[in-house]
């Protein structure tokens, strides 16, 4: 019996979700754990695992589909419902093979027979699944003789791991020999993967030096498609830019207390063992307490949330995002209740936050429901620039960098005015 396999809830806010690539095709083996499709949401992929051990019977969302919570994304069968295995079962030609009425049709609309299927190690009764699989097995293995390559003997590996490795022509015994003993899993293709690249990059640079005739005519524009999480950027902040109204004020402020206070707290961290907090978690600390003292930037304004009529929405917690620049796009991982976090612990958060951005290992908890935003520049050199404000938020901190530049102090008497 097929089972609807549907858009989870990685997430407390999530509502939606991108389908960025399923990795495996209709017809394919499936097993309970094992990543089945990846998925898009607030800016984090996350490899979605398989519900249950059998067969992707049907794909309905495709590549890039933006859908809601819930909706059907596949039909998956489950071993479960599969009563007697047929591994090693020879049935004669003249005994029927039990199948469902779409299995039969479709063998017949392709020409299979269906004792071919079961020697093909599928269980009874047969499914349109078992159908599909058989043909495109059959059809890889037929292109594989007509192309002169290798087949590979049997290596125990997961069925992801032989999807990767039929995918990109690897074969599994140059793997397993790095891994005797042991079942050749997905990180094991893929650090081959990645060492075959590697070898291969590095050939592209000596060829890239030696010299080459230009060519006669190339175009002068390259289009560089965007990635699933910087199309969500753009949409976001164009849509924040156009609604939400912009009012931008620039202030200088001394910050030398603020360094002294960070470097003392840093040299009674240090004699413990744990780095200086950073100037950007001192900021976080007084951004909380400030938001703390003027509650009301600490809202949002919410249209026909209060019986179909605008309202304005006060959060009683402050949870602060951090832009944070990473390889693939600019993710903004959340420092949750930042009002009741010492600086120690904003720091040590901070640290984690920002290394797990960088390693694409944020979960959708980690980047949704901040209620302000920190965006600093600093590090790059900046003085001073204008951010967008993060839809669902009121206001956004942009930050330049520390400089030191004299200034003068006293009383007015002795002091110039300049205008």
Same mark, same amino acid.
């Given at each position: ?15 939606? $979700? ?7 095709? /209709? $017809? ?22 398989? /519900?249950?051990? #059998? ?65 093909? #190690? ?19 293995? +037929? ?7 290798? +087949? ?19 074969? &599994? ?8 003993? $042991? ?6 293709? *893929? ?8 070898? *291969? ?93 003027? /509650? ?5 304004? *919410?249209? $026909? ?58 979960? @959708? ?14 590090? !790059? ?9 993060? @839809? ?23 002091? !110039? &005015?300049?205008?």
């Amino acid at each position: 019996m097929e089972k609807p396999f549907t858009m989870p809830k990685l997430g407390a806010t999530m509502t939606e $979700g991108t389908i960025l690539h399923w990795l495996y095709r /209709p $017809g394919d083996r499936i097993v309970k754990g094992e990543p089945v499709v990846e998925i898009m949401t607030d800016k984090v992929n996350i490899e979605v695992e398989a /519900p249950l051990t #059998g067969r992707l019977v049907r794909v309905l969302a495709r590549d890039g589909d933006v859908l809601p919570v819930g909706s059907p994304l596949a039909f998956l069968v489950d071993d479960s419902d599969v009563h007697a295995a047929t591994e090693n079962v020879q049935i004669p030609p003249s005994t029927p093979v039990a199948s469902t009425p779409a299995a039969k049709r479709e063998a017949a609309l392709l020409g299979i027979d269906l004792h071919a299927v079961v020697q093909a #190690g599928a269980r009874l009764p047969l499914n349109r699944g078992d159908i599909l699989a058989f043909v495109e097995r059959t059809r890889y293995a +037929s292109q594989q003789q007509e192309n002169g390559r290798p +087949s590979f003997p049997a290596i125990p590996a997961t069925p992801l791991a032989q999807k990767i490795a039929r995918e990109h022509e690897v074969d &599994l015994t140059l793997v397993a020999e790095r891994k005797p003993g $042991g079942k050749v899993k997905r990180a094991d293709v *893929e650090a081959h993967l990645h060492k075959v690249a590697g070898a *291969e990059q590095a050939a592209e640079v000596v060829e890239a030096l030696s010299p080459v005739p230009s060519p006669v005519e190339s175009p002068d524009d390259v289009l560089n498609p965007l990635s699933p999480a910087r199309q969500l950027i753009g949409k976001r902040m164009q849509q924040s830019i156009s609604v939400a109204p912009h009012i931008y004020l620039d202030l200088e402020i001394d910050m030398t207390e603020a360094e002294r206070c960070r470097q003392s707290i840093g040299h009674n961290l240090q004699d413990r063992g744990e780095p200086a907090p950073s100037m950007t978690a001192l900021i976080v600390r007084a951004v909380a307490a400030a938001i703390l003292l003027h /509650p009301d930037v600490n809202a949002v304004l *919410e249209q $026909g949330a209060l019986q179909g009529k605008d309202a304005i929405r006060q959060r009683r917690s402050v949870h602060v995002g951090i832009a944070t620049d990473t390889e693939r796009a600019l993710m903004t991982p959340v420092i949750r209740n930042a009002h009741q976090m010492s600086l120690q612990a904003i720091a040590r958060e901070l640290r984690r936050l920002t290394q797990a951005a960088r390693q694409g290992t944020l979960t @959708p908890d980690e980047v949704t429901g901040a209620t302000f935003t920190i965006s600093n520049l600093g590090m !790059y050199g900046i003085d001073t620039f204008h951010a967008i404000i993060v @839809p669902g938020q009121s206001a956004i901190l942009a930050v330049g960098k520390v400089t030191r530049r004299g200034i003068v102090i006293g009383d007015l008497e002795n002091q !110039y &005015l300049l205008m």
